[in-house]
C-alpha cells in the first residue's frame, strides 16, 4: 500500500519538478547570456502586447520600424474593451505600401482596471492568464514585443510556461515606457527576471534593471 502511495505521489510531482528545474534553467540562461532573435524560417510568428493610451503609441512607433515580411503573421493582443487602440492599429498595418500584411487582433480581460484594488487585481490577473492559455499555445509565437502595459504581464507568463513545457520555442522583448525615467515599472520588475531581452530608453534605468540595455530612444 506504501509502495503504491510513493508511486503515486512521484508520478504526480516528477512532472511538477522538471517544469521548474526547467524554469530555473531558462532564467539563469537568460541572465547569464545574451539573446537574440533567432529563426530558421524566413519570419518570425509575432505577438504585439497592446496596452491603451500612451503605452499604444509607443509601441505602434516601434512596429512602423518593423520588417514586415520578417516579422510576420503578427497577433495583436489587446484588452477586450479597448476600442481606440484597435482603430490605431488598422491605421498603422496600413502604412507600409505593397506589404502583404498578414495580421489579426486577439482580445483578453484585462489583468487590472483602474483604481481597482491590489487585492482583487490578483485574481483578475489569474482569470487573464487563464484566458490567454489557448491564444498562445495556438499562434506559437516565435517573439513577443510588449512596452509596459499590465496587459503583457499574463501573455509573457503563459509563453514562458509554455516554453518551459517545451510545446513553443518563443523570445520576449520587454521595452520599458520611455516614460519610466528613474524606476522601473511594476510590468518591467516583473519581466526583467524571464524576459529573454528588456531595453530601457533612459541611461540611468540601466543601474536599476541589472540586464537593460540602452540604444537611445526608441519610441
Given amino acids: 500500500m506504501e509502495t503504491c502511495a510513493y508511486l503515486t505521489a512521484f508520478l504526480i510531482f ?3 519538478l522538471v517544469i521548474i528545474v526547467r524554469a530555473l534553467y531558462l532564467i539563469y540562461q537568460i541572465s547569464t547570456t545574451d539573446s537574440r532573435l533567432m529563426s530558421e524560417n524566413s519570419s518570425l510568428r509575432t505577438i504585439l502586447c497592446i496596452g491603451s493610451g500612451g503605452h499604444t503609441t ?13 516579422y510576420q503573421p503578427r ?9 481606440s487602440s484597435e482603430v490605431k492599429i488598422h491605421k498603422t498595418e496600413q502604412i507600409v505600401p505593397n506589404v502583404n500584411t498578414k495580421y489579426t487582433l486577439g482580445r483578453i480581460p484585462r489583468s487590472r ?14 482569470y487573464a492568464t487563464l484566458f490567454c492559455v489557448p491564444l498562445i499555445f495556438n499562434f506559437k509565437p516565435n517573439v513577443i514585443f510588449c512596452n509596459g502595459p499590465g496587459t503583457c504581464v499574463p501573455i509573457c507568463i503563459v509563453a514562458f510556461i509554455l516554453r ?8 520576449i522583448v520587454f521595452i520599458e515606457s520611455i516614460c519610466r525615467i528613474r524606476t522601473m515599472s511594476l510590468t518591467g520588475k516583473i519581466l526583467q527576471f524571464f524576459a529573454d531581452i528588456v531595453i530601457v530608453q533612459w541611461p540611468q534605468l540601466r543601474d536599476v534593471c541589472f540586464r537593460a540595455k540602452y540604444f537611445g530612444r526608441l519610441t
Avoid: G, H, M
Avoid at 509601441?59 to 518593423?66: A, D, F, H, M, T
Avoid at 497577433?75 to 476600442?83: P, Q, R, S, T
Fill in 14 to 16: 516528477s512532472p511538477i
Fill in 58 to 70: 509607443e509601441l505602434l512607433r516601434l512596429v512602423k520600424n518593423l520588417n514586415f515580411d520578417k
Fill in 75 to 83: 497577433l495583436y493582443i489587446l484588452a477586450e474593451n479597448d476600442v
Fill in 113 to 126: 482596471n483602474v483604481l481597482q484594488s491590489f487585492l482583487s487585481s490578483i485574481f483578475s490577473t489569474i
Fill in 164 to 171: 518551459c513545457l517545451f510545446i513553443i520555442d518563443c523570445r
